[in-house]
């Protein structure tokens, strides 16, 4: 949302533009603020743990769309985290248990991405009221895991 970061100065101006972007285009893209060093951190655990991610898929008017069908075709994947058994213990790198294909004989660490996962899921909180005055009437109830 703008040059701003969203985390810092000016966090209930960002949220604001967040729900106001969501309000009038449907979508939302911002400046998480994080440092340099923490996301490259996230995306070694992710890169580690790739094999248990789960490819993404299309829904319209709450309806999955068959993944066959062209307009259903993504490139993203999710890391469903605690489907998966992942969670913050570990020593902040990747998971030092896990094989290349990203499995291991127990619980995994994966505390970077687990505190990114947080904090994000935190920030949809926060937009819950500005979401529910809004146009769209939407509420954040729940977070979303397997």
């Known amino acids: 949302v703008g040059q701003n970061t969203l985390l810092g100065v000016g966090l209930q101006e960002s949220l604001s533009a967040i729900a106001l972007c969501l309000e009038t285009k449907g979508w939302a893209a911002c400046v998480l603020g994080a440092h340099p060093g923490l996301l490259t951190k996230a995306r070694a655990e992710a890169k580690m743990l790739e094999a248990r ?12 769309i068959d993944q066959r ?4 075709q993504r490139g993203d994947k999710i890391l469903w985290m605690q489907e998966q058994g992942l969670d913050e213990r570990g020593s902040g790198g990747p998971p030092a248990a896990c094989d290349g294909g990203g499995r291991s004989g127990g619980p995994l660490g994966a505390p970077t991405l687990a505190m990114l ?4 899921a935190d920030i949809g909180f926060q937009l819950d009221p500005l979401l529910q005055q ?4 939407l509420r954040i109830t729940e977070r979303c895991d397997g």
């Open 134 to 137: 809004s146009s769209l009437r």
């Open 53 to 64: 991610m789960a490819p993404g898929t299309t829904v319209i008017k709450n309806q999955v």
């Open 117 to 120: 996962e947080r904090a994000i």
């Open 69 to 72: 069908l062209p307009n259903a």
